[in-house]
């Protein structure tokens, strides 16, 4: 109950393409819904996180999306570029409580 | 993650041996958190700690220990290093409300 389950594992797209990566959950109480990016040999960085009372966030071309009823969230990258190829964690907690981590999906946008 | 610095980056050592890695922070944030990275697992809570002398355990804390005797440390130990615990190291420091910023990360070789 306490997993978060992302995917795919690796994701390929073309410039410019909208990439989107999954992740559910099973714990009801989680509250915190964060996305993480990292790139190698770098500490992962927090990039957008949602809370459950709203359904969709947006920060520059990095949308979440959230469905409280089908206890999934999902990550959405507009106008995809080369520069954001990376690994993307998504994660969840409840206050508190220490962020438990989806496994991780490697993007790759080519050129 | 400017104000959370990792020492040392990089470590190789012998199996059976004790090591102790350090997490120094200045952002005067209460939680502080130790992960491991591994291929395949994404982010694993080992220990974290919620205060001053207040700490406790994670997903895989067995053979490791933690300290915090002041608000801007947190060390983790390896009582006795295997190779299981070949790994990137991760301190992160967060708030209550859950955001959470990682440290630039430590790699730890057990040979």
């Known amino acids: 109950q306490q997993q978060v389950k992302q995917s795919p594992q690796s994701l390929i797209v073309q410039k410019g393409g909208i990439p989107i990566i999954n992740c559910a959950y099973e714990?009801?109480?989680?509250?915190?819904f964060p996305w993480y990016q990292q790139f190698p040999g770098k500490g992962p960085a927090l990039l957008i996180a949602i809370r459950p009372d709203v359904s969709e966030k947006k920060e520059g071309r990095f949308t979440i999306s959230f469905n409280k009823s089908a206890k999934q969230f999902s990550l959405h990258i507009m106008d995809s570029q080369p520069g954001d190829s990376a690994t993307y964690f998504c994660?969840?907690?409840?206050?508190?409580?220490?962020?438990?981590f989806g496994k991780g999906t490697t993007l790759s946008v080519s050129s | 993650d400017a104000g959370i610095t990792q020492s040392p980056r990089h470590k190789v050592t012998e199996t059976g041996t004790p090591v102790t890695l350090r997490c120094h922070q200045t952002?005067?944030?209460?939680?502080m958190y130790w992960y491991r990275q591994d291929p395949g697992h994404g982010l694993r809570l080992i220990h974290y700690?919620?205060?001053?002398?207040?700490?406790d355990k994670g997903e895989v804390s067995d053979g490791y220990s933690v300290s915090r005797s002041k608000t801007e440390d947190f060390l983790l130990t390896l009582e006795s290093a295997t190779s299981s615990q070949t790994s990137v190291y991760f301190c992160a420091t967060g708030d209550p409300a859950g955001e959470q910023y990682f440290g630039p990360g430590t790699r730890l070789t057990v040979t």
């Open positions: 714990n009801t109480a989680f509250d915190y």
């Open positions: 994660a969840a907690s409840y206050t508190g409580t220490a962020l438990i």
């Open positions: 952002e005067n944030h209460r939680y």
């Open positions: 700690s919620y205060g001053v002398k207040d700490t």
